[in-house]
């Protein structure tokens, strides 16, 4: 019998790593029965995608979401862990609540307050971050084939979330006001014909990820008495109502509603930490209760350990003027943006002018797709999130891309924009070469049969 260093080395199982590298279709079959029919209809976060590409440190990446945790004092991170560590080093170790602490909902609830809005704490739950709140929500309404509505474009992040739970996802238009709600009534109408009830409406209606447009005061109310009257439940989700630049903060739908039929998303990710995954949901007691047993399946609990850090930030009574602080950042990054498009993206272009959040939608000529100026950009060593990953049929907002501001400094920012102009302008020019046509300076694809994105004015900002 050979010893073990005879054996022919194809007998033994090949490091992780090789296999992972030598991973063939013959490999992938061998588990592909195993699957649940379910993981057909899964995507990929682009953004998730992305981050291990922008993770390089020469990319400029105005792809991801990310705050800017730099301005976040280590001192008091210091200080607050520590604090944490002498005096509740046990119970911040433990599990807690599935509905989270009490002292974390006092906090959310002043957060909210600063936007008008008094939950019940009872209807409070604490997520592990925003994203797992519509995951849960979707978990909890939604059965294959269910109908759920959302903005167009949405949420890249809650794409994959739909499709994993085999929803038929429909999206609403919008312009510079927000999802167009009269067509939001049209298509339920449309539905509620063919004898379809959807089973939410998905909003973000401040700041939009991706589009950066926030809705009206006058199609809030619409959207709100809309809901009450047809029995739809909206999902609003709010992760940028604090961080407005300028203008007149509008009323969340949540507020206007009472929390009837209003479903909302908070989080801690963008005002604080994403790192901490605090998020929370308010929903009226009957769709908690499901919700809650929805989480236990999922988590058990969120992390008490993050609890007790952001019970500790908010007793410091500073998440103010440390929101004020990321406000500024942000403003002054946003005009960095604005100015560098201005300059240099193609007079065909067209971008959206974010009153705060974090993110530019800009669209391009119809004929450019941005998933292969993607490819170019990153050559550049810059990225952006194309625009096809905000809508759920992977196709329409081929020619728009979603362009982050608060995770670059003005510097950056402005290289970054300077280098996918480069890239636009090469794929302008190759255009013209290969069409003969030359376009005006300043004409628009605005009416265009295959511009089915978002058609926002361009807008100038005043001084
Ligand atoms: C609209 C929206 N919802 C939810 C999330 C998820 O955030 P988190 O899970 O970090 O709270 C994000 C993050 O960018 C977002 O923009």
Same mark, same amino acid.
């Given at each position: ?5 005879? %054996? ?24 592909? /029965? ?10 990929? %976060?682009? &953004? ?21 945790? %730099? ?9 607050? &862990? ?19 602490? /009490?002292? &974390? $909902? ?58 994993? *739970? ?7 238009? &919008? ?23 959807? $089973? ?7 700041? @939009? ?19 009450? $009257? ?8 709010? !992760? *940028? ?26 989080? +801690? ?15 009226? !007691? ?6 809650? +047993?929805? $989480? ?11 609890? *007790? ?54 669209? +391009?000529?119809? *004929? ?40 670059? /400094? ?16 090469? @794929?302008?020019? +190759? ?13 628009? /694809? ?18």
């Amino acid at each position: 019998m050979p010893d073990r260093d005879e %054996s022919p080395a194809r007998e033994r199982p090949a490091p992780a790593a090789h296999r992972r590298a030598h991973q063939t279709a013959h490999d992938l079959e061998r588990y592909a /029965d195993l699957f649940a029919q379910r993981t057909r209809a899964m995507r990929s %976060s682009a &953004m998730r995608d992305l981050m291990a590409i922008t993770a390089r440190p020469e990319v400029i990446s105005l792809a991801g979401g990310l705050p800017d945790t %730099s301005t976040f004092p280590p001192a008091s991170f210091a200080a607050q &862990m520590t604090r944490i560590a002498q005096e509740s080093a046990a119970e911040a170790l433990q599990y807690g609540p599935t509905e989270g602490f /009490d002292q &974390m $909902k006092s906090a959310i609830r002043e957060v909210m307050a600063a936007e008008g809005m008094a939950p019940d704490p009872r209807d409070i739950v604490v997520t592990t971050g925003g994203q797992q709140a519509i995951d849960l929500i979707t978990k909890t309404l939604v059965d294959p084939g269910d109908v759920v509505i959302c903005e167009a474009p949405t949420y890249p992040g809650a794409v994959p979330v739909f499709c994993s *739970y085999e929803a038929e996802t429909h999206q609403v238009e &919008m312009d510079d006001d927000g999802m167009r709600v009269d067509e939001l009534e049209a298509l339920l109408d449309r539905l509620s014909a063919a004898g379809r009830r959807p $089973k939410f409406v998905y909003s973000v209606p401040s700041f @939009q990820n991706p589009a950066g447009v926030t809705l009206s005061a006058e199609r809030r109310r619409r959207l709100v008495e809309l809901a009450r $009257k047809r029995e739809v439940l909206v999902i609003e989700d709010n !992760p *940028y109502g604090l961080l407005r630049f300028e203008g007149e903060p509008q009323p969340p739908l949540y507020q206007l509603d009472g929390g009837d039929y209003v479903v909302y998303i908070g989080t +801690l990710s963008k005002i604080l930490s994403p790192g901490i995954r605090l998020g929370w949901m308010v929903a009226p !007691p009957p769709v908690m209760e499901k919700i809650v +047993l929805g $989480k236990q399946a999922t988590d058990l609990c969120t992390s008490t350990l993050s609890q *007790y850090f952001a019970v500790e930030f908010f007793a410091e009574d500073r998440w103010r003027s440390y929101i004020d602080s990321l406000r500024d950042l942000y403003r002054s990054r946003r005009d960095a943006m604005l100015e560098a498009l201005e300059h240099q993206f193609p007079a065909q272009a067209t971008w959206t002018t974010p009153e705060g959040g974090l993110f530019v939608w800009a669209t +391009l000529p119809p *004929y450019i797709d941005t998933s292969d100026l993607l490819a170019k950009a990153l050559r550049e060593n810059v990225a952006f999130v194309p625009g096809a990953a905000a809508y759920v049929d992977g196709t329409r907002g081929a020619n728009s891309m979603r362009l982050n501001f608060s995770g670059s /400094d003005e510097d950056e920012i402005r290289e970054g924009i300077r280098r996918i102009g480069k890239v636009i302008d090469e @794929q302008v020019g +190759l255009y013209e070469t290969i069409t003969g046509e030359h376009r005006l300076p300043g004409a628009t /694809d605005a009416g265009s049969e295959t511009a089915d994105v978002l058609p926002l004015r361009r807008r100038r900002r005043e001084g």
